[in-house]
């Protein structure tokens, strides 16, 4: 396990795009607290100046190639028969994915503490209280453990979708598709007010977790879920698409 | 040390690999022939737990599954195409995988990757990738190294070395199965030949007894034409005559001599009709297409 974790991250490492990911995700979060408004400093700081999104696009790209570079390169049967079984093939390819969400959350964090400093904004101190009765920097802290879980659900989608499909740019569209339309898809089957009861636990109502953590009054009326419902309904997600993607990639032949 | 006993391979529900049974032992080189399609990547898949399978594959007495390939820690093999990460150097890509590294470098030295192994990888020609993959396939001392067509797009002094480097691992107690459209090439290194037709193994045998067995035609010369016309006639034993030198079938020198012994006539000469490897391989495979047909 130690040794194939050792290959993962030494791949990841060495991968420019893992490089620029950080400095892409500054750029996005500046040109939103430039266009967000003067005065939205608090949904701004809770929000990690939208770092959820942006983390969500850069994990697509970079969750969507770890197993589509395998099968291009053709190192995939190598990979495989130096690996003791398929389960650490896949589990450690899952746990740098995790890591590095954890650590473009990190980033997130800090890169907001930075911006926060500029006089880019109307300046808010950490303190003043903002959401669910809460202090900002407490705010901030609960935003980004929520949208940890959401990515961790994208991750585990990405990773199923990425057994389906051999090419990586069919894998990003998809998946760009399924979580940056899945919003609106899961909207208007809700919209239909038909099945609302069942309908509400569709896999792509749970993208709005982290959207509807920060702003509840807009996305429960989107979601029909509770935070909790929808905390639940991610972990449930995630653990299946966890399950199913491996059956898939164990079945797979290369 | 490997043992391949009644192995069937599928893909979905098709049978590739029909009732393998061999066995590989230390220093052995294996070539592995046979025509297109043959099932040859297939069993070397299979050998590497990466193919549904029924049958046993053991090594070390450990047995190898579809799952379970604890047993292939000592194992090097280069399938298909090199397994390379274009992103990353020659020596990251050794890095990846090497336990020491000090041995990596020797083996960067051994096949001249020298120049160009700090360079990324995606700017490597065919040859290069091709010896880089190869090297992989030789890092940590492996016990067992399957090699699928090893010489793809390798210069004739890579080819040398290559061929060098698989002698000298063999030397040291490393077994190789390679397989290789080039048999001219696979007949300078191997010591026992596997040859595969229809996912049925139709050959098993040292290269020496191969050669001896399958040596298709003797041509011979004695003293007394006449004499031994006639007698081969009597005796039913078929032959062509060109001026003096008749042309025999191999399953008939024993019988002939005896004949020609009985009647008193010396020989002259006795010998094999030289034929190539490659000859003896595609008569081989024509011989079972033969027995397909009349079957």
């Known amino acids: ?254 | 040390m490997l043992v391949v006993q009644n192995v069937n391979t599928y893909i979905g529900r098709k049978q590739i690999i029909t009732d393998a049974s061999f066995k590989i032992h230390p220093g052995d080189i294996i070539g592995l022939i046979g025509p297109n399609g043959a099932g040859k990547t297939t069993l070397m898949k299979t050998i590497l737990g990466l193919t549904k399978f029924d049958g046993q594959i053991q090594l070390n007495q450990v047995s190898v599954t579809e799952n379970q390939h604890a047993a292939l820690a000592q194992v090097g093999a280069l399938i298909e195409h090199p397994a390379i990460y274009p992103f990353l150097t020659g020596q990251q890509n050794l890095a990846l995988y090497a336990h020491d590294s000090a041995a990596c470098q020797r083996l960067i030295s051994e096949l001249n990757m020298t120049t160009y192994i700090h360079d990324q990888a995606k700017g490597y020609s065919l040859g290069m990738k091709q010896k880089l993959g190869i090297a992989i396939a030789l890092l940590n001392n492996p016990q067992l190294v399957i090699l699928d067509e090893p010489m793809n797009g390798l210069d004739v002094e890579a080819t040398i070395g290559v061929r060098q480097l698989i002698r000298q691992y063999a030397a040291q107690g490393t077994a190789f199965l390679i397989s290789s459209h080039i048999l001219s090439e696979l007949q300078k290194v191997m010591t026992q030949v596997i040859l595969i037709n229809h996912g049925r193994i139709i050959v098993n045998q040292s290269t020496a007894e191969f050669e001896r067995l399958h040596h298709q035609a003797y041509q011979l010369r004695t003293e007394d034409s006449q004499l031994t016309v006639e007698s081969l006639a009597k005796n039913q034993i078929h032959y062509v005559l060109d001026g003096d030198t008749f042309q025999v079938n191999s399953e008939n020198i024993f019988e002939i001599q005896d004949i020609l012994t009985a009647q008193h006539v010396h020989l002259k000469e006795l010998a094999p009709i030289s034929s190539n490897f490659e000859q003896m391989v595609v008569h081989l495979l024509n011989q079972q297409r033969g027995d397909h047909h009349d079957n």
Request: hydrophobic residues 50%.
């Open chain 1, 1 to 254: 396990m130690a040794f194939s974790l050792y290959q993962e991250f030494y791949k990841l490492n060495h991968r420019k795009l893992t490089w620029l990911a950080p400095l892409v995700l500054l750029i996005l979060m500046i040109l939103t607290g430039l266009s967000i408004g003067y005065n939205e400093s608090k949904l701004l700081m809770a929000t990690c100046y939208n770092a959820p999104d942006w983390i969500m696009l850069i994990l697509v790209v970079v969750g969507a190639t770890t197993f589509s570079m395998e099968f291009q390169n053709n190192a995939i049967l190598t990979l495989l028969y130096k690996s003791p079984n398929k389960a650490l093939v896949y589990l450690s390819k899952y746990i740098v994915i995790l890591v590095y969400n954890l650590w473009l959350h990190l980033l997130a964090m800090l890169f907001t503490l930075g911006l926060h400093t500029i006089p880019m904004n109307q300046s808010v101190s950490w303190s003043a209280i903002y959401l669910y009765q809460q202090p900002l920097w407490e705010n901030m802290l609960k935003t980004v453990a929520v949208d940890v879980l959401t990515t961790t659900f994208i991750i585990s989608l990405i990773f199923l979708l990425s057994c389906l499909i051999n090419s990586n740019a069919v894998v990003i569209s998809v998946s760009l598709l399924m979580v940056f339309m899945g919003q609106f898809v899961s909207a208007n089957l809700l919209n239909a007010e038909k099945f609302t009861q069942i309908l509400r636990w569709n896999p792509f109502n749970m993208t709005n977790l982290t959207r509807q953590y920060y702003n509840y009054t807009t996305y429960f009326d989107t979601s029909h879920l509770l935070n909790q419902q929808l905390l639940q309904g991610t972990l449930s997600y995630t653990l299946l698409f966890i399950v199913v993607g491996y059956l898939i990639f164990r079945k797979k032949r290369f």
